[in-house]
């Protein structure tokens, strides 16, 4: 392979202009115009100086300041076992330059051994997916020019970087390294957890860590952006210093730590409150003083959130039995406050619909943005918050319906879809028909009206796909179901007139959770045994007497029955939402979810 102009420069360097011009690019003769043909190749690059003498040489990454330094953050996934007897099935990369992503780099690998079953549970990798990648031989030394001259960051970074060294013959890479683990344990005292999701949960990111190497990758770059404004917030300037940081913990000082003392570790709500004591900040928590202190020990990375701790003198909070339940009682008190430091509860709207067109011959379902009135003909579901949960729904409505695939007419020849008898044209399907037998239960099945049957055969299909140890299609369409799942619970929950009833498995062994809403509002929560029917009867029996009043909620039923339902969905279990009509229909419903999660439990956990 040709040296790269980094390797190039740093292998010769300090070197003139018209070297480079002339060994390196071919140019010679360029004489007075060599560099400013090297400055347009450099351009902005913060790995290249000219020195006093007007040569070019690299830079040490070490000596740059944070703001400055190019960082490659990226994730291995491995066969499993240790870096000397294991090998890379996966490498994934992201290229981070200014507080931004400007470059990715992803690959398989074939580790020319097999990969642990438990690892392929984990990672949906399979020894069939890698045996036509290219071998570690071919893509390190790609690798290596993707990360030349950058500062090399990872999660448990020393894990990867163990097996790229032992894919090198022992030879670490030459980057300086920064590890997300080790600066989140200095900078952000006080976590339960410091794994890569509960960093992205606590930072608020976008990406979710998947345990595939380039989504993994991109979730630590965005814990990563976070933890570099604290870093610069506790006085650390250079690339050399953060590296250095482990050694001297104690120069991060916490502000104004001791307003946590005192709280409880139970769920609730807090109040940050000034000196005129007008709140600031309403906030929920599973663990109250274990989330406050975060705030205090410099843990979130929000220029926000640092204007306000300055602010804070006083902490008070509310205690709740349970973490719905203060979910729930911050987005009331949040309304009923309108504190300057809260988003929530100003007005964040969902923004997407579902939409069929009926004016067209074949409709597709297609996301649309929130707008005005739909035209004549056309069928509009939501609103819905999440596009990405909204395009999996369309895309598992294809695999249950035989949806139009191709523009096609009926002369034409089938497209691939139609051999497989999953495009409605190409089987021959007439407009009428298409309607009636497509058009109608899909939105039937969206509004949670129906169509339990079609999610039955997709879960059969996963089933299936399981058993045959063939785990990435399987986790694939898990995905599929729990989208099409997600939008009916919440359709289900925020349309929802009378008493309802949603059921779902609680985290305690053996225990189910009721959760039970009156014209969309929460009006009680508790957990029982499958197996107590009388105490599922009096409960039933009390919802049914004493919460069917339409009248006493007003316009906020919708957006909390939305809180429910984000909670629920979080929670990765079965749920079900039932019409309370009748006392035995919440335990007719309890056992159905029992069964269900019991069913969930026995499968191979990679499906």
């Known amino acids: 392979m040709p040296p790269s102009f980094y390797g190039f420069v740093k292998d010769r360097g300090p070197v003139g202009a018209e070297e480079i011009a002339t060994d390196l690019l071919g140019l010679p003769g360029l004489n007075g115009e060599a560099r400013a043909h090297v400055e347009k190749l450099m351009e902005g690059d913060p790995r290249f100086r000219w020195d006093s003498t007007g040569a070019l040489r690299t830079v040490d990454p070490e ?43 992803s690959t398989l690998v074939n580790p020319g051994r097999p990969i642990e079953p438990f690892v392929v549970r984990l990672t949906g990798i399979t020894d069939s997916m890698v045996a036509g990648a290219p071998t570690p031989a071919e893509v390190l030394p790609l690798f290596e020019k993707f990360v030349e001259g950058a500062v090399v960051v990872g999660h448990n970074v020393h894990f990867d970087c163990s097996f ?118 309403v906030g929920k928590a599973k663990d109250l003083k274990a989330r406050v202190r975060t705030y205090f020990n410099g843990g979130d990375g929000r220029r926000k959130i640092g204007r306000l701790v300055q602010e804070v003198a006083e902490v008070r909070y509310t205690e709740t039995e349970t973490e719905l339940a203060a979910l729930i009682f911050e987005d009331r008190e949040i309304k009923r406050l309108l504190p300057r430091y809260n988003r929530a509860g100003r007005g964040q709207k969902a923004s997407w619909f579902l939409e069929l067109d009926g004016n067209e011959p074949y409709p597709l379902p297609r996301r649309v943005p929130r707008t005005g009135e739909p035209r004549e003909g056309v069928v509009r579901l939501g609103p819905y918050r999440s596009a990405g949960v909204l395009d999996t729904c369309v895309e598992a409505l294809g695999r249950i319906f035989p949806l139009r695939r191709c523009d096609g007419g009926a002369d034409a020849e089938a497209c691939f879809y139609g051999q497989m008898g999953r495009c409605a044209p190409c089987m021959g399907m007439s407009r009428e028909r298409y309607r009636e037998a497509v058009m109608a239960p899909l939105v039937a099945l969206m509004r949670g009206e129906g169509g339990e049957e079609h999610l039955k055969a997709l879960i059969a299909e996963r089933g299936k796909l399981a058993a045959a140890l063939e785990f990435e299609g399987a986790a694939r369409l898990r995905d599929l179901i729990a989208g099409i799942q997600r939008i009916r619970l919440a359709r289900s929950i925020v349309t929802a007139e009378g008493v309802q009833a949603v059921v779902s498995p609680s985290t305690e062994p053996g225990v189910v959770e009721v959760f039970v809403l009156s014209h969309g509002r929460l009006v009680a929560h508790k957990g029982f045994e499958p197996s107590d029917a009388e105490g599922l009867g009096l409960f039933a029996r009390e919802a049914l007497d004493g919460y069917d009043d339409a009248t006493a909620f007003g316009s906020a039923k919708a957006d909390e029955a939305r809180v429910v339902a984000s909670y629920l969905k979080r929670q990765g279990q079965p749920v079900e939402a039932v019409r309370l009509s009748d006392a035995g229909d919440l335990a007719a419903a309890v056992l159905r979810v029992a069964e269900r999660a019991e069913e969930a439990t026995g499968e191979i956990a990679g499906a």
């Open 164 to 281: 790229v060294a032992a894919a090198r013959g022992g030879e670490p890479l030459p980057n300086p390294v920064l590890d997300t683990l080790k600066l989140s344990r200095t900078l952000v005292p006080g976590l339960k957890r410091y794994r890569l999701a509960s960093l992205v949960s606590h930072f608020g990111g976008r990406t979710i860590p998947n345990h595939r190497a380039l989504a993994d990758a991109a979730a630590t770059a965005e814990v990563f952006l976070k933890l570099l404004k604290l870093l610069k917030s506790a006085g650390v300037g250079s690339v050399g210093e953060a590296a250095s940081l482990k050694a001297s913990r104690g120069r991060i000082k916490p502000q104004k730590g001791h307003l946590a003392e005192g709280l409880p570790r139970t769920p609730g709500v807090y109040y940050f409150v000034d000196k005129d004591e007008t709140v600031l900040y």
């Open 63 to 105: 000596s740059l300041p944070l703001e400055e330094a190019p960082y490659v953050v990226f994730d291995v996934e491995t066969t499993g076992s240790s870096a000397g007897k294991g090998g890379i099935t996966e490498i994934g990369a992201v290229k981070v330059q200014g507080g931004r992503v400007i470059d990715e780099f």
